[in-house]
Structures are given as C-alpha cells and as structure tokens.
C-alpha cells in the first residue's frame, strides 16, 4: 500500500475502496430532456417511467453524469456516441446509474445514456 493520496495499483483509485464507484442503489429513468449544463455534467428529465422512479413519475429530476458514462445517440438504426453538449432539449432518453439518498433528497448519477430518435 502506497501513502495516502497516492494511487493503489490494484484499484487506480488513490484512497476510495475499489467498490467506491458502486455505492448506491441502481435506477433506470425514461423521459424527456428538459435542460443540458454540458459545464458542469448534468442534465435534467421530466421523467416518464423506470425502475425506482415511481415517486418521480411527472416530476423533474437533475442527473449527474459520471466522468466514464457512455452517451448513445440512436437514429435510424445506427449507434452513435455523443458528448453531453450534443444532447438536446426536447430529445427522448433512457439513463441507468445508480442513486444515494441524503437528508431527504436523491443524487442521481447516470452511467449510461440513450438518446432516443425523435
């Protein structure tokens, strides 16, 4: 084990524990995109269904994008990826990540995305 702040080989992680990036419970959320902060790596949905959203069914929620999610663009059959600033508002989407509850509220932090074609 190396001093504190530096990387662990085994996990590349520095301090956190190798399950670090796994803690919270997983989510699905299907919606539309009703706003893209591309600067600070979140979006937000007017969600429509999903798993662990039946509280949020109709509202809007802030989504966090983790530094290695993928983003897929979905059109006419092809597979594209994309950046967060290519996201647009009004764009169908499916998100999976995982959610940590805090003082009352939810943190929701995407690990995959889809964008739907329109």
Known sequence: MGEAGENDSATGQGDKPAWAHR?????????????????????????????KM?????????????????IVRLSNGKRTVVALADMSVGRRVSTRGRFIRSSGSHSYIAQRIRLKAT
């Open 23 to 51: 803690q919270g419970k997983v989510f699905t959320a299907n919606g539309v995109v009703t706003a893209v902060d591309a600067e600070n790596g979140s979006f937000s949905i007017r969600v429509r269904n999903g798993s």
């Open 54 to 70: 039946g509280h949020q069914r109709g509202r809007e929620i802030l989504i966090d994008v983790n530094d290695k999610a993928r």
